[in-house]
C-alpha cells in the first residue's frame, strides 16, 4: 500500500527546536523509524517536508492520482488556520487521512486546541511523541 506521509513547517527542524515538547530526536530519526515501519508493513512509504503552504497543496493533490491509498499528515502551525489545506484534504475523499501532532495538542496554547485540518481527515492522533506517526500507518491498514 502507498502511504504519504506529510511534515509542515518546522517539522525538520526536531531534535532543535524545543526539546522539551518536541524531544531530542531528529527528522532524520523519525524518516528512518517511519521507513522501518512501512518496510515491515510491506508498504510504500513517501515522506514530504516542507515550510511552504502551497508546496503541501500541491503533493496533497498529487496524490489524487499517483495510487497513495493513506496520508499521514501533521501539517505543524498550519493545523490552527490553514483552510486551504483543510480544503485540499476535504478533496481527497477516497483516501484515509490521519492527522498527527507530536505534542499533546490540548494542553498547550490555546491557539494549538483548535485544528481546522483535522475535520477533513479520518482521525486524529496527538500526544503520542514520534510514535503518533506509526500508530497512524495501523490505523491506516484498519481503516482500508
Do not use: W
Given at each position: 500500500?502507498?502511504?504519504?506521509?506529510?511534515?509542515?513547517?518546522?517539522?525538520?527542524?526536531?531534535?532543535?527546536?524545543?526539546?522539551?515538547?518536541?524531544?531530542?530526536?531528529?527528522?532524520?530519526?523519525?524518516?528512518?523509524?517511519?521507513?522501518?515501519?512501512?518496510?515491515?508493513?510491506?508498504?510504500e512509504?513517501v515522506?514530504?517536508?516542507?515550510?511552504?503552504?502551497?508546496?503541501?497543496?500541491?503533493?496533497l493533490?498529487?496524490?489524487?492520482?499517483?495510487?497513495?491509498?493513506?496520508?499521514?499528515?501533521?501539517?505543524?502551525a498550519?493545523?490552527?488556520?490553514?483552510?486551504?489545506?483543510?480544503?485540499?484534504l476535504?478533496?481527497?475523499?477516497?483516501i484515509?487521512?490521519?492527522?498527527?501532532?507530536?505534542?499533546?495538542i490540548?494542553?498547550?496554547?490555546?491557539?494549538?486546541?483548535?485544528?481546522?485540518?483535522?475535520?477533513?481527515?479520518?482521525?486524529?492522533?496527538?500526544?503520542?511523541?514520534?510514535?503518533?506517526?506509526?500508530?497512524?500507518?495501523?490505523?491506516?491498514?484498519k481503516?482500508?
Open positions: 500500500m502507498k502511504i504519504l506521509v506529510i511534515n509542515g513547517p518546522n517539522l525538520n527542524f526536531l531534535g532543535i527546536r524545543e526539546k522539551a515538547v518536541y524531544g531530542n530526536q531528529d527528522y532524520n530519526f523519525l524518516c528512518n523509524m517511519i521507513q522501518k515501519k512501512a518496510d515491515e508493513m510491506e508498504d512509504v515522506l514530504f517536508q516542507s515550510n511552504h503552504e502551497g508546496a503541501i497543496i500541491d503533493r493533490q498529487e496524490a489524487y492520482s499517483d495510487g497513495t491509498r493513506g496520508i499521514v499528515i501533521n501539517p505543524g498550519y493545523t490552527h488556520y490553514s483552510y486551504a489545506i483543510h480544503d485540499a476535504k478533496s481527497l475523499e477516497d484515509i487521512k490521519i492527522e498527527v501532532h507530536i505534542s499533546d490540548q494542553n498547550r496554547e490555546e491557539f494549538r486546541k483548535v485544528s481546522v485540518t483535522a475535520p477533513a481527515c479520518d482521525a486524529q492522533i496527538y500526544g503520542h511523541g514520534l510514535a503518533g506517526y506509526t500508530e497512524a500507518i495501523d490505523m491506516i491498514h481503516m482500508v
